[in-house]
């Protein structure tokens, strides 16, 4: 989604209602459960998250300079650095070394990647369309964050085409972007 | 509830990834100088033999080499593009026209700066605020942006700009000052169509008309 990202795809800036952060925060919860806890160290009560109007219908929200999170039609998003600082909190799963370097430069992720030696799935079924951090063989930190486009368990049986659709990854306009 | 507090992630200062992942970037030696010098501890862990031996034994040797050498290649050609751009860099120069509107008045069109990445809307804007007058972003006839300001600045854009580029270490590139009155306008637009019916018919290098 972000491979060609600069600048000029930035349509409008402008801060947003309290009420609407609100909002915003329950919504980020419900999708990502475990986020309950830290929440308000993310998005602290009184900061001022500003909306961040992009093309394709992709809106970011920064908050103290800084993009936090996105929003794609309907779903929230995590940025990388975020997902960094507090990596207990996504769902989880791990490619091979192999596919690491096909992951950086933006693609999606094969099935095979995720299936073989070095990778991991988790044990529990994660349905379609979740949103998952990416992680790779021997390393620490999470390189991408994609969307499931088979379940899991389809994953380990089926084994075959695309797995994980990349959303965002190291490197990509949106981790490039300054303000 | 127990808080869970943020990891701190400690990113590389070249490639801007966390340093794990610098082997895959495009800037892997000078990441991997970088990281030396700033964070032993950590390069310690990633770059020694035995955490490198770990790292390929997953995979087959062909593969592995094959990758790599991959690799190589890209980051040599992203060094020589590197190399290329600051030869770029210091070979072009930033030309600030002093353009007369009429008997008095004058606007000055800056040019060259886009090979510098700098925000050129942003410099129009404190050029405009600067001095106190109308300075806008526009395109000229070779598709290229430059900065146009309204009333003769020209000493003072030139000294702004030169300072700019200094701070970003290119003390070597030249800002030329260049004095476009109208009547060498109408001189060069007469000897440009002059040149177009000599040539017959082949359209004449784009002029600037502003």
């Given at each position: 989604?972000?491979?060609?990202?600069?600048?000029?795809?930035?349509?409008?800036?402008?801060?947003?209602?309290?009420?609407?952060?609100?909002?915003?925060?329950?919504?980020?919860?419900?999708?990502f459960?475990?986020?309950?806890?830290?929440?308000?160290?993310?998005?602290p009560?009184?900061?001022?998250?500003?909306?961040?109007?992009?093309?394709?219908?992709?809106?970011?929200?920064?908050?103290?300079?800084?993009v936090?999170?996105?929003q794609?039609?309907?779903?929230?998003?995590?940025?990388?650095?975020?997902?960094?600082?507090?990596?207990?909190?996504?769902?989880?799963?791990?490619?091979?070394?192999g596919?690491?370097?096909?992951?950086?430069?933006?693609?999606?992720?094969?099935?095979?990647?995720?299936?073989?030696?070095?990778?991991?799935?988790?044990?529990?079924?994660l349905?379609?369309?979740?949103?998952?951090?990416?992680?790779?063989?021997?390393?620490?930190?999470?390189?991408?964050?994609?969307?499931?486009?088979?379940?899991?368990?389809?994953?380990?049986?089926?084994?075959?085409?695309?797995?994980?659709?990349?959303?965002?990854?190291?490197?990509?306009?949106?981790?490039?972007?300054?303000? | 509830?127990?808080?869970?507090?943020?990891?701190?992630?400690?990113?590389?200062?070249?490639?801007?990834?966390?340093?794990?992942?610098?082997e895959?970037?495009l800037?892997?030696?000078?990441?991997?100088?970088?990281?030396?010098?700033?964070?032993?501890?950590?390069?310690?862990s990633?770059?020694?033999?035995?955490?490198?031996?770990?790292?390929?034994?997953?995979?087959?040797?062909?593969?592995?080499?094959?990758?790599?050498?991959?690799?190589?290649?890209?980051?040599?050609?992203?060094?020589?593009?590197?190399?290329?751009?600051?030869?770029?860099?210091?070979?072009?120069?930033?030309?600030?026209?002093?353009?007369?509107?009429?008997?008095?008045?004058?606007?000055?069109?800056?040019?060259g700066?886009?090979?510098?990445?700098?925000?050129?809307?942003?410099?129009?804007k404190?050029?405009?605020?600067?001095?106190?007058?109308?300075?806008?972003?526009?395109k000229?006839?070779?598709k290229?942006d430059?900065?146009?300001?309204?009333?003769?600045?020209?000493?003072e854009?030139?000294?702004?700009?030169?300072?700019?580029?200094?701070?970003?270490?290119?003390?070597?590139v030249?800002?030329?000052?260049?004095?476009?009155?109208?009547?060498?306008?109408k001189?060069?637009?007469?000897?440009?169509?002059?040149?177009?019916?000599?040539?017959?018919?082949?359209?004449?290098?784009?002029?600037?008309?502003?």
């Amino acid at each position: 989604m972000f491979k060609k990202f600069t600048k000029e795809d930035v349509h409008s800036r402008s801060n947003i209602k309290s009420s609407v952060q609100r909002g915003l925060k329950t919504k980020f919860v419900s999708q990502f459960e475990k986020l309950e806890p830290v929440i308000d160290d993310i998005i602290p009560k009184k900061s001022q998250a500003i909306l961040i109007k992009c093309e394709d219908r992709i809106q970011l929200y920064s908050i103290d300079e800084e993009v936090v999170l996105f929003q794609h039609f309907d779903d929230l998003i995590p940025t990388l650095k975020v997902v960094h600082k507090y990596p207990d909190c996504f769902p989880r799963v791990q490619v091979d070394r192999g596919a690491i370097k096909f992951v950086l430069s933006g693609a999606n992720i094969m099935c095979p990647g995720l299936t073989s030696a070095g990778a991991k799935l988790p044990e529990e079924n994660l349905p379609v369309d979740t949103y998952v951090t990416v992680y790779a063989e021997g390393k620490e930190n999470a390189l991408a964050i994609g969307k499931l486009l088979m379940s899991t368990d389809d994953i380990k049986s089926i084994n075959k085409n695309i797995g994980v659709e990349l959303v965002h990854y190291l490197g990509d306009g949106l981790w490039n972007l300054t303000e | 509830m127990s808080e869970i507090l943020p990891k701190e992630v400690f990113y590389c200062g070249v490639c801007t990834f966390p340093p794990e992942y610098c082997e895959f970037g495009l800037s892997f030696k000078r990441c991997k100088q970088w990281l030396q010098e700033n964070n032993e501890a950590l390069f310690d862990s990633i770059y020694s033999d035995e955490a490198l031996a770990n790292a390929t034994s997953t995979l087959s040797v062909e593969k592995q080499a094959k990758i790599s050498k991959e690799l190589e290649k890209k980051q040599a050609k992203e060094e020589a593009k590197l190399e290329r751009e600051l030869q770029m860099k210091l070979a072009s120069k930033v030309i600030i026209k002093r353009i007369e509107r009429n008997k008095r008045k004058h606007v000055i069109e800056i040019s060259g700066l886009e090979v510098f990445n700098i925000d050129m809307k942003k410099l129009a804007k404190t050029f405009a605020s600067k001095f106190a007058t109308g300075a806008s972003v526009t395109k000229n006839a070779e598709k290229k942006d430059e900065i146009v300001v309204q009333g003769d600045v020209s000493d003072e854009a030139k000294a702004y700009i030169e300072k700019l580029l200094e701070e970003k270490g290119l003390n070597e590139v030249q800002v030329v000052q260049e004095d476009d009155k109208k009547g060498k306008k109408k001189a060069a637009l007469a000897a440009a169509a002059a040149a177009l019916s000599a040539t017959g018919g082949v359209p004449p290098p784009a002029q600037k008309t502003r």
